[in-house]
């Protein structure tokens, strides 16, 4: 069974930079044709996805987040990293890794404060 599990700081300081990893277990990211996701949620507000990396490692990023998201993986460690910068309050929410044929993660909740 392929499972997701997010982990990074929950708690970030404005200006910086977040970041967030999901390793993935029972399986390899690199597996055809699995494209691996970030979302977020806001406490009150719907699902946003941020940004996505393919099995073959391709990277795409929400258009509203495209200056400040990048996503990198690591084959060897079968995980993919969320780099989000000039983090602001309004980036606080849960963020969630997921791929659409397996699940998702639990989810990690973020919160950028002074």
């Known amino acids: 069974q392929v499972q997701l599990q997010e982990s990074g700081p929950g708690l970030v300081t404005p200006s910086q930079t977040l970041s967030l990893t999901c390793t993935v277990s029972g399986g390899s990211i690199t597996t055809n044709y699995y494209y691996w996701n970030w979302i977020r949620q806001p406490a009150g507000k719907g699902l946003e996805w941020v940004g996505a990396?393919?099995?073959?490692?391709?990277?795409y990023v929400s258009p509203s987040l495209k200056n400040r998201a990048s996503i990198s993986r690591d084959t060897s460690k079968n995980h993919f990293t969320l780099h989000l910068s000039s983090v602001t309050p309004e980036d606080t929410a849960v963020y969630y890794c997921?791929?659409?044929?397996?699940?998702w993660g639990q989810g990690t909740q973020v919160t950028v404060s002074s």
């Open positions: 997921a791929e659409a044929g397996i699940g």
């Open positions: 990396v393919s099995y073959s490692g391709s990277t």
